[in-house]
């Protein structure tokens, strides 16, 4: 894998446990890099959205890779911020 480019994943509307776990192993088989995780989709966000992207966080940071969340939306920031998971937000 080149990891020159980084590696782009798609979180789902509504994740559930299979989407993360797939999502995680998917981290966990490529290089250490840069990954960019959509989240565009999660247009009404809930704790289970947050629970999916601090546990993407976590599996990317074991593995080395510096991960970034875009797309995501005004109520979504919000919740980010006030978890201390903002840091991984990408630009508006």
Known sequence: MDTSQPLFVTLP?????????RLCAELAAAPPGEVVCEIGALTHP??????????LRLAAGRRGHR??????GPELRAL????GL??????L
């Open 80 to 83: 980010l911020l006030l978890t």
């Open 13 to 21: 509307a509504r994740p559930g446990r299979e989407d993360v776990a």
């Open 46 to 55: 809930d704790l289970a959205a947050v629970d999916a992207l601090a546990r």
């Open 86 to 91: 903002d840091g991984a937000l990408g630009p």
């Open 67 to 72: 991960i970034r969340f875009h797309g995501a």
